[in-house]
């Protein structure tokens, strides 16, 4: 059965700008989508369907009289729970901010707004964007559209098993070490992770700062270059965001890029992959060869995955990450004491290390407090060189073979994720296992540059397969342009969940 939830972000868009689909019946159509699919997928923690309906009218009126429709008119969305937003509530799936209502709207929220898009809901995460399964919520359990017993990937599970599970035409997620591209894998959708400094953070919940990114997760290529368009751009509000001229991403999309040159990460492509997903890249390779590209072997050193005897995976970029990302995630996370921010104990205390302790035990899961310790640790004084200033240097190093490798190469082809979507409860036992979940996406969240997941068919189990490609900074456009070739010419693009046939 197809209908209003079942086109593009940009078909949509285009509909009801020439008016065969009021922005009303779209959302309305969304709004049923969730109330019977969301029971399955628990992809939502909160909806705002009166305020939607509302602002479709608005748009509906605006377009009976003549209005000029906007880039997003009439298109609904669903932003992740650590976007802040002046209405609703903004809990980053944690029970510190279960009651949180931001006083402000994330400059990317605005820019949607100001772009006519509607927005949904707020879509469930690992708490604080820590994790790779969504598992590490505190609010639910989000279900992968393409199998209920399994995650949906994470951080942004949520916004990712809304897109696939036709709950939102698009939706924004976070991106600090693979939160974008490895839950658009897990449920074959496009998710982009820009260049960081692209799109501002002024509004997200602060993970590590020096690696979030915000960017799309939609069902193709074309509508993750509409979104990228109008979240990107400098913002005075935050002094990492760049500025730098926006370019019509879509506009240049389907020009082909003549003498492509491709390289395949030599450290990725090991036999320690799994022969299916190893199988996707090669096929995405002949798929760039045939089209004319040429195709050629780098070496990114630093950020190799080496594969120990019982099986154990593991990379100089995780460890690194996980340095730098918990040591900035340990100060970020200091403000929530229940006194500035989040959650106040309501035990009777002793005095004010007592109530923060308290509140801070009570508030944080499991996987946040252990973040907070490492990052603690690997700060404190006596540590700090050994640990975190290592894994600056080693950070550096990453970032060197990067440019080397964008000396000869134009994109970079790489799988996503290690694996397909695993089931629910398989990881949660071992934090190890579950960090190596990121081992081919975070080297990119420390090097700052750009990634693009695309989905590369379905598994013999029938779970989505998924590609990635990695530019240099600020060639969104180069990266997107040879997405949608990929896409073309795959064929694999809006792959469709059975349970939404
Ligand atoms: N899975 C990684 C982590 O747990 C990445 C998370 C993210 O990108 N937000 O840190």
């Known amino acids: 059965m197809s209908g209003v939830i079942d086109l593009s972000a940009l078909e949509l868009r285009d509909a009801i700008t020439a008016g065969e689909v009021s922005a009303t019946d779209a959302t309305r159509a969304y709004l049923d989508a969730i109330e019977t699919m969301d029971k399955k997928l628990c992809a939502y923690n909160e909806t705002f369907a009166e305020r939607a309906m509302r602002q479709a009218e608005m748009i509906d009126k605006a377009r009976s009289v003549g209005q000029p429709m906007?880039?997003?008119?009439?298109?609904?969305?669903?932003?992740?729970?650590?976007?802040?937003?002046?209405?609703?509530?903004?809990?980053?799936?944690?029970?510190?901010?279960?009651?949180?209502?931001?006083?402000?709207?994330?400059?990317?929220?605005?820019?949607?707004?100001?772009?006519?898009?509607?927005?949904?809901?707020?879509?469930?995460?690992?708490?604080?964007?820590?994790?790779?399964?969504?598992?590490?919520?505190?609010?639910?359990?989000?279900?992968?559209?393409?199998?209920?017993?399994?995650?949906?990937?994470?951080?942004?599970?949520?916004?990712?098993?809304?897109?696939?599970?036709?709950?939102?035409?698009?939706?924004?997620?976070?991106?600090?070490?693979g939160?974008?591209?490895?839950?658009?894998?897990?449920?074959?959708?496009?998710?982009?992770?820009?260049?960081?400094?692209?799109?501002?953070?002024?509004?997200?919940?602060?993970?590590?700062?020096?690696?979030?990114?915000?960017?799309?997760?939609?069902?193709?290529?074309?509508?993750?270059?509409?979104?990228?368009?109008?979240?990107?751009?400098?913002?005075g509000h935050d002094?990492?965001?760049?500025?730098?001229?926006?370019?019509?991403?879509?506009?240049?999309?389907?020009k082909p890029i003549e003498n492509l040159r491709v390289g395949l990460i030599k450290e990725f492509h090991s036999e320690s992959l799994d022969a299916e997903i190893r199988g996707a890249v090669d096929k995405a390779a002949e798929i760039?060869?045939?089209?004319?590209?040429?195709?050629?072997?780098?070496?990114?050193?630093?950020?190799?995955?080496?594969?120990?005897?019982?099986?154990?995976?593991?990379?100089?970029?995780?460890?690194?990450?996980?340095?730098?990302?918990?040591?900035?995630?340990?100060?970020?996370l200091a403000r929530y004491d229940g006194v500035h921010y989040g959650h106040r104990t309501a035990e009777k205390v002793g005095g004010i290390v007592e109530l923060y302790s308290r509140s801070r035990a009570e508030g944080f899961g499991d996987e946040v407090k252990r973040r907070i310790m490492l990052g603690t640790y690997a700060l404190s004084s006596g540590y700090y060189d050994a640990y975190y200033l290592k894994a600056l240097k080693v950070r550096r190093l990453i970032k060197n073979d990067f440019d080397a490798a964008f000396e000869k190469c134009d994109v970079l082809l790489a799988p996503t994720a290690?694996?397909?979507?695993?089931?629910?409860?398989?990881?949660?036992?071992?934090?190890?296992?579950?960090?190596?979940?990121?081992?081919?996406?975070?080297?990119?969240?420390?090097?700052?540059?750009?990634?693009?997941?695309?989905?590369?068919?379905?598994?013999?189990?029938?779970?989505?397969?998924?590609?990635q490609l990695l530019g240099n900074v600020f060639s969104e456009e180069t990266l997107l342009r040879a997405a949608k070739m990929y896409e073309k010419a795959s064929g694999n693009s809006r792959l469709t969940p059975e349970m939404m046939k």
């Not at 799936?93 to 209502?101: G, Q």
């Open 70 to 177: 906007k880039p997003l008119a009439g298109v609904p969305v669903a932003l992740k729970d650590n976007i802040c937003t002046s209405f609703g509530l903004t809990s980053c799936s944690s029970k510190m901010l279960e009651n949180f209502h931001a006083p402000y709207d994330a400059t990317v929220a605005g820019k949607l707004a100001s772009a006519g898009a509607i927005v949904l809901g707020k879509t469930n995460m690992d708490e604080f964007a820590m994790g790779s399964s969504t598992e590490n919520s505190a609010r639910q359990t989000t279900r992968n559209p393409w199998d209920t017993s399994r995650v949906p990937g994470g951080s942004s599970g949520g916004s990712a098993a809304a897109v696939a599970g036709r709950m939102c035409a698009m939706a924004i997620g976070s991106d600090t070490g």
């Open 418 to 467: 290690p694996e397909t979507a695993f089931k629910i409860g398989d990881k949660t036992a071992d934090p190890l296992t579950m960090y190596m979940s990121d081992i081919y996406t975070i080297s990119a969240n420390l090097a700052g540059i750009p990634g693009i997941s695309i989905p590369a068919g379905l598994s013999k189990s029938g779970l989505p397969l998924a590609v």
């Open 179 to 235: 939160s974008i591209r490895q839950p658009a894998a897990f449920c074959g959708c496009v998710g982009l992770k820009p260049t960081y400094g692209r799109v501002s953070r002024y509004g997200l919940v602060a993970f590590g700062s020096s690696l979030d990114q915000i960017g799309p997760l939609t069902r193709d290529v074309a509508d993750a270059a509409m979104m990228l368009g109008v979240l990107a751009g400098h913002d």
């Open 288 to 332: 760039y060869r045939d089209a004319g590209a040429e195709i050629i072997e780098v070496s990114l050193p630093h950020s190799r995955v080496d594969i120990d005897e019982a099986g154990q995976l593991s990379s100089y970029a995780v460890a690194c990450y996980y340095l730098v990302a918990t040591a900035e995630a340990s100060s970020n």
């Open 239 to 254: 002094s990492t965001s760049v500025d730098k001229p926006v370019p019509d991403y879509l506009a240049s999309l389907d």
